[in-house]
């Protein structure tokens, strides 16, 4: 017996769902704020106050530099992988949330179906009984 869409959604914790939905919506604002970010180019870090210094010097300001921006970019990354989990966690655990209602509902609809089998054949035997004359 397919279960309509619409069934379905009736069925859905909506209470469950709006009451999460601001966590969610909070999580996945954090995940683009971090996303969105944009990391230093390479011309405002080269740009940078250069004093008179010798090339040697200069090579080692620039990876100095360089290597700076390259941690600033793990540490961003990094922050970005925990806001993307923790959004994934909160949408595992509504998923987690339907799926358990979606389950009770189904069992419950298994139930219903089965009295109500046995209520239409208790009916149709009174019917049959009903109409039928007893043989004597």
Same mark, same amino acid.
């Given at each position: 017996? #397919?279960?309509?869409?619409?069934?379905? $959604?009736?069925?859905? !914790?909506?209470?469950?769902?709006?009451?999460?939905? !601001?966590?969610?919506?909070?999580g996945a604002k954090k995940?683009?704020?971090?996303?969105?970010?944009? %990391? #230093?180019?390479?011309?405002? $870090?080269? %740009?940078?106050?250069?004093?008179?210094? %010798? #090339?040697?010097?200069?090579? %080692?300001?620039?990876?100095?530099?360089?290597?700076?921006?390259? @941690?600033?970019?793990v540490g961003d990354l990094?922050?970005?992988?925990?806001?993307?989990? @923790?959004?994934?966690?909160?949408?595992?655990?509504?998923?987690?949330? $339907?799926?358990?209602?979606?389950?009770?509902?189904?069992?419950?609809?298994?139930?219903?179906?089965?009295?109500?089998?046995?209520?239409?054949?208790?009916?149709l035997l009174g019917v049959?009984?009903?109409?039928? !004359?007893?043989?004597?």
């Amino acid at each position: 017996m #397919p279960i309509g869409w619409l069934v379905i $959604l009736k069925n859905v !914790p909506w209470t469950d769902v709006i009451r999460n939905a !601001p966590a969610v919506a909070e999580g996945a604002k954090k995940l683009w704020k971090t996303v969105s970010k944009q %990391s #230093p180019s390479a011309e405002d $870090l080269t %740009s940078s106050d250069q004093v008179a210094v %010798s #090339p040697e010097s200069q090579t %080692s300001i620039a990876l100095d530099a360089r290597i700076q921006a390259l @941690e600033a970019e793990v540490g961003d990354l990094h922050e970005q992988m925990l806001a993307a989990t @923790e959004l994934i966690k909160t949408l595992a655990d509504q998923n987690t949330q $339907l799926i358990q209602r979606i389950e009770a509902n189904r069992k419950r609809v298994l139930w219903f179906s089965a009295a109500t089998i046995v209520i239409a054949v208790i009916v149709l035997l009174g019917v049959f009984f009903m109409v039928v !004359p007893p043989v004597t």
